[in-house]
Structure formats: structure tokens, C-alpha cells
């Protein structure tokens, strides 16, 4: 059987529409297909959708592509497509608030025809780019208005789902299906034990792990001696200090903007390669790096109060090994002079801590998404657990204007000021660039799979043909 056999540390339960972390939204490609999708030159194509066009000044028509089916062998309606669009917006309002304040009402006109009328005109929507989003993608409702994920639009269903263990099932009916994708896929939750940079060398069951760039040159050695495939793309991830929700209206913005100035950034990566330090988020040839990022103020004074309690550390040992845990308290302790207390957290508990705001800086990486700029804008500043805690609505605000600006280069250039406007006044800290790297058993093929995806995207792992 060709199985790929892998460790992920996703949210449960699961839910396509929730993303807590890159897992969930690997699972999310997985198990859903979205009306339209980015091709492999990031232009915009059919997927559950053949063809849409304008048919109103507010109103966008999809015509589903003819014959789809779910995994399950049934045709796939424009009432299903209904159903689960109007799901999401009731389970998750605060995550698809952007989506939602657009949509006015979402209508099945035929079996194969569905409409979206919106509040704003279609040549200023940008409706066609947000459906391309992974949290989009069309699931199974059930008369209760649950999920049912043994039964999916997506490259794969699911036929094992607990706590601990998933197991996929490829789907023979996806509109890109292919004899050499995986027949199987078999994720298990992660133990403390567990090093996702060695686990390909300690442990025979997994032939996958996806990882970062953060490898030491003897460890990839290693594994290139031993004929493992290794996929890397372009650095993707930033490493940054996020401020908590109850954290951001008190000293937080003050102590991170101190920190700017202050942390001593050589010594955090001092004997660690694969990464790039950074004063912003985006790096280099990102629509939204921004050329003329301002310099750290020189004059701001040190926050008094953090002499007097040491700073709660929130940090996921699956994405900062021990290694980089002791140098950020090192480097924290030098800047302010009192060692930070650190909590460790796993990743599927990640969003449950960032709901309570139990903590007063959460450390890690996120992704950055390419080439849907307004979608990681959405995923920065909106829903329940944004990455840019701004604790009001100014910068709501402010994306909304962007959003309603038509001519590209000038919402590019509002967007970008509003990322930029976070950093400088100290909503997060940017520390460096790092990359996904996805290693995998000899028998694993990743040449279809291009550097510009987010991951090392289940669906596009082949196996080597037999001779």
C-alpha cells in the first residue's frame, strides 16, 4: 500500500474550517476543496467550480463542475455548497468575520448553480481571491448541522478519527486524483518524547515529517547519507514574540518595542543555521515587505514593572526545541534583567491558551502565505485568536479600508503600512526568517510538489513506480 505515515500535532476535534496551526491547515487542503483555487503559476483556477463570472453588479454565479462527486460516489449540489458556507459562519463568525461582513446571501439557483450576493460591488470584492482559502473548502453537513468527515470534496476522507490517531482515505472521486498519490495516510499525535528534526532517524514507523529549517549541517548530513528526500522552500515562517489579548492593553506593546531595541538578536541564533534575522515580518519579494521599515526607536524607555515580575513564556516544544528555549531566556533575562518564567504548551492546545490569554508572550513561528496578501491579513488581525493581538478595532479598521480599495497597488501599499504600523508599535516582534522542510523515506516522491506551497501538501506526495 502506498502509506504515508507521519506526526502532527493537529487540533482536535477536527474541523477544516479551525486553524490553530500549519496542521490544521494541511488537513484542511486534505479534506476540502474550495470553489476556486490557485494553480501552479498562482493564477486562479476552477476546482469545485468550473467556471464563475459576474452576473450583477453585487452578484457572483458558479457553475460546479459537472459530475463532481463526494468520496461516498453522490453528486455534489449547489445546496451542499450552501450548506456549508452557512455552517462555518454560524460555527466561526469571529475567523470568517471578512467573509461574512462581504456575503449577503449565498442562493442555489439549480442543482449545478450557485450565487453570491454581496454588500459590495464584484470588481472590488476580492471574493475570487478569499475563496481560495483552505478554511473554504466545501464539507458534508449532516441534517444536524455537523460535519461529517468520512465523507469529503477533499483528496481524502477520513476513516479513523480520535484524539491521538487519523487515518485518511484517498478519495477516487477528487477532480485531481492520481494512481501514484498516497492510498493512505496515517498521522499520529506527537509525544513529549518525540523530535520531529530526528524522529526519521530514531523511530521506523513514520516515512514523513515535515520541520523547519533550524537543522544542524550534522543532521542533514546524516540524513542525506541515508538517501532521505528533503523538500525546502523558500523561507516562509517567521519567528516572533506575540503579545497575549490581556497583555496587549497593559505594558506589553511598551516592553516589545523596548525589546526591539534591546534583544540581543546575535546571541538568540548564536550556533543555529537556516534562518535570516529580520525588523519585519515579510522578508524580501513578499508584496507586503515593506522597504522602508522604520528603525527602532532609540530614546524608548525600559517599562519600569518588569523589574518587578518576571514575563510568562508561552512556548510549543514542536517548534522551539530546548536549545532555542534557553537562548530566549538568556537573551530576555540580558534585555530586562529578570528571568522570564516559560510554560510549555503542545500545539493542539495552543488555541485554548490564546483564548484565555494565560500568558503574557507567546514565542514561535507562524506562516506567511503567498500570493493571497488580504488572506494572511485575515489570519494576522481577525478571529477569535489572531496572530496581532491589537485588543480594539483600529486596526479592523483599517483593514476594512484597504479592503475597499480597488486599485491593487494602493491597498498593497495600505496593507503593508498596517503590518508595519503592528510592528513598529510593538503588537509583535519579528526576530528571523526560517523555512518548512519536509524530509521523507527513499520511497517518497516530492518533485511534484512546488517550493511556493505553505507545506509539504499531502495530496501531492507520490510514490516512486515499481519497475
Known amino acids: 500500500m502506498k502509506q504515508v505515515r507521519t506526526f502532527m500535532s493537529y487540533s482536535f476535534p477536527v474541523d477544516p474550517v479551525r486553524m490553530v496551526s500549519i496542521p490544521d491547515m494541511d488537513l484542511s487542503y486534505a479534506l476540502g476543496s474550495t470553489l476556486v483555487q490557485w494553480d501552479k503559476d498562482k493564477q486562479l483556477s476552477g476546482a469545485i467550480a468550473s467556471s464563475w463570472s459576474p452576473t450583477s453588479e453585487t452578484t457572483y454565479t458558479f457553475k460546479i463542475r459537472k459530475g463532481l462527486k463526494w468520496s461516498n460516489n453522490t453528486l455534489v449540489t449547489a445546496l451542499d455548497i450552501k450548506r456549508s458556507f452557512e455552517r462555518a459562519f454560524k460555527d466561526?463568525?469571529?475567523?470568517?468575520?471578512?467573509?461574512?461582513?462581504?456575503?449577503?446571501?449565498?442562493?442555489?439557483?439549480?442543482?449545478?448553480?450557485?450565487?453570491?450576493?454581496?454588500?459590495?460591488?464584484t470588481s472590488e470584492s476580492g471574493l475570487l481571491g478569499k475563496l481560495t482559502e483552505p478554511n473554504y473548502g466545501i464539507l458534508k453537513i449532516r441534517q444536524d448541522g455537523s460535519i461529517d468527515l468520512s465523507i469529503t470534496t477533499g483528496a481524502f476522507?477520513?476513516?479513523?478519527?480520535?484524539?491521538?490517531?487519523?487515518?485518511?482515505?484517498?478519495?477516487?472521486?477528487?477532480?485531481?486524483?492520481?494512481?501514484?498519490?498516497?492510498?493512505?495516510v496515517v498521522i499520529k499525535k506527537p509525544t513529549d518524547s518525540i523530535d520531529l528534526q530526528t524522529v526519521l532517524l530514531e523511530n521506523e514507523w513514520p516515512n514523513l515529517v515535515e520541520t523547519n529549517s533550524l537543522l544542524s549541517r550534522e543532521l542533514m548530513e546524516r540524513y542525506q547519507k541515508n538517501n532521505f528526500k528533503v523538500w525546502t522552500r523558500p523561507f516562509d515562517k517567521i519567528f516572533l514574540f506575540q503579545l497575549s489579548k490581556n497583555f496587549v492593553n497593559n505594558e506589553g506593546p511598551e516592553l516589545l518595542k523596548y525589546l526591539r531595541k534591546s534583544l540581543n538578536r546575535k546571541n538568540l541564533i548564536d550556533g543555529l543555521s537556516g534562518l535570516s534575522l529580520t525588523e519585519q515580518v515579510f522578508p524580501m519579494g513578499y508584496q507586503l515587505f515593506d522597504e522602508q521599515m522604520p528603525k527602532p526607536e532609540q530614546d524608548i524607555k525600559f517599562p519600569a514593572q518588569f523589574k518587578k515580575k518576571p514575563l510568562h513564556i508561552l512556548v510549543c516544544p514542536a517548534r522551539v526545541n530546548k536549545t532555542l528555549q534557553?537562548?530566549?531566556?538568556?537573551?530576555?533575562?540580558?534585555?530586562?534583567?529578570?528571568?522570564?518564567?516559560?510554560?510549555?504548551?503542545?500545539?493542539?492546545?495552543?488555541?485554548?491558551?490564546?483564548?484565555?490569554g494565560d500568558y503574557d508572550i507567546y514565542v514561535g513561528t507562524v506562516g506567511?502565505?503567498?500570493?493571497?496578501?488580504?488572506?494572511?491579513?485575515?489570519?494576522?488581525?481577525?478571529?477569535?485568536?489572531?496572530?496581532?493581538?491589537?485588543?480594539?478595532?483600529?486596526?479592523?479598521?483599517?483593514?476594512?479600508?484597504?479592503?475597499?480599495?480597488?486599485?491593487?497597488?494602493?491597498?498593497?501599499?495600505?496593507?503593508?503600512?498596517?503590518?508595519?504600523?503592528?510592528?513598529?508599535?510593538?503588537?509583535?516582534?519579528?526576530?528571523?526568517?526560517?523555512?518548512?522542510?519536509?524530509?521523507?523515506?527513499?520511497?517518497?516522491?516530492?518533485?511534484?510538489?512546488?517550493?511556493?506551497?505553505?507545506?509539504?501538501?499531502?495530496?501531492?506526495?507520490?510514490?516512486?513506480?515499481?519497475?
Open 326 to 356: 534557553d537562548k530566549i531566556k538568556k537573551v530576555i533575562t540580558d534585555a530586562i534583567g529578570v528571568e522570564p518564567q516559560i510554560t510549555l504548551t503542545t500545539l493542539d492546545k495552543l488555541g485554548s491558551h490564546k483564548r484565555a
Open 92 to 121: 466561526y463568525p469571529e475567523d470568517l468575520r471578512s467573509l461574512i461582513h462581504l456575503t449577503k446571501t449565498i442562493t442555489a439557483l439549480s442543482d449545478d448553480t450557485v450565487e453570491f450576493h454581496l454588500n459590495a460591488k
Open 157 to 184: 476522507f477520513v476513516i479513523k478519527n480520535t484524539q491521538d490517531e487519523l487515518i485518511l482515505k484517498k478519495n477516487p472521486n477528487w477532480f485531481l486524483v492520481s494512481d501514484q498519490m498516497p492510498e493512505e
Open 368 to 467: 506567511l502565505a503567498d500570493p493571497d496578501p488580504e488572506g494572511i491579513m485575515s489570519y494576522y488581525f481577525e478571529g477569535i485568536t489572531p496572530i496581532i493581538q491589537s485588543g480594539h478595532e483600529h486596526f479592523l479598521n483599517k483593514l476594512d479600508a484597504s479592503r475597499k480599495e480597488t486599485d491593487l497597488a494602493k491597498k498593497m501599499k495600505l496593507m503593508r503600512s498596517l503590518m508595519t504600523e503592528a510592528t513598529v508599535k510593538g503588537h509583535i516582534l519579528p526576530l528571523f526568517h526560517l523555512s518548512t522542510v519536509g524530509i521523507g523515506r527513499e520511497e517518497l516522491d516530492f518533485s511534484s510538489i512546488p517550493t511556493s506551497d505553505e507545506s509539504v501538501t499531502l495530496s501531492k506526495i507520490r510514490f516512486k513506480r515499481k519497475e
